[in-house]
């Protein structure tokens, strides 16, 4: 299914945090987990060549908008041959909003990012190593009670509502993190929350933004 070129406006929500999130904290979108090192990033608009991917990483995350949308097979080409030689086990794409061939031309979108070298992961899971990666859009999520369990990671391209958001979250994922609980969850889509985690007591949310990193 084609991911929606924006949240709903039904589905914007009001930008204030819950009581029970912890203080915004800066931080590095390298962690550890089930003893593999995990590096994610989004929203690089096609400046992908100015990320350092560190050489310890065993799992590489794009949240997507890795190019801009202007449709041109040149640029995903060079996203892909950049994304492929970077050190990694496994590398996952998801797309976001700046990905337009996965609205009008999915088969080709999907065609072209399915390959050995990477796993496309949209509206689907995914097992590696012991670890279980989800990433779900507003189109699957309104199949709430079908959305699997035992996620350690889920990734989306758009944030929930309410976190790291300001004020353009999406309440069905929002639901979906909810239902799912997974131990992270990655997401990027708002620039100026990038490199940002909130934490609850059983959910820890990333934004891997880049942009304003790139832009400095």
Known sequence: DALPISPPLSQRGGGKYPKDLQKKLKTPTLFHFKGHNIFAFSDTHGRHRQITVPQQTDILICAGDAVEDNLDPADYQDFLAWYKKQPAKLRL???????????????????????????????????????????????????LGMLPKNIDILITHYPPWGILDESFGSNLIRQAVEVMK???????????????????????????SHNNILNK
Request: charged share 15%; net charge negative; hydrophobic share 40%.
């Open 182 to 208: 997974p131990h992270y969850h990655i997401f990027g889509h708002i620039h100026k929350e990038g490199m940002k985690t909130i934490e609850t007591n059983s959910t820890k949310y990333i934004n891997v």
């Open 93 to 143: 794409f998801i797309p976001g909003n700046h990905e337009l061939s996965f609205d009008i031309a999915p088969l080709w979108a999907e065609t072209l990012f399915k390959t050995e070298d990477i796993v496309l992961l949209h509206n689907g899971i995914f097992s590696f190593h012991g670890i279980n990666f989800a990433s779900v859009t507003e189109d699957i999520t309104n199949a």
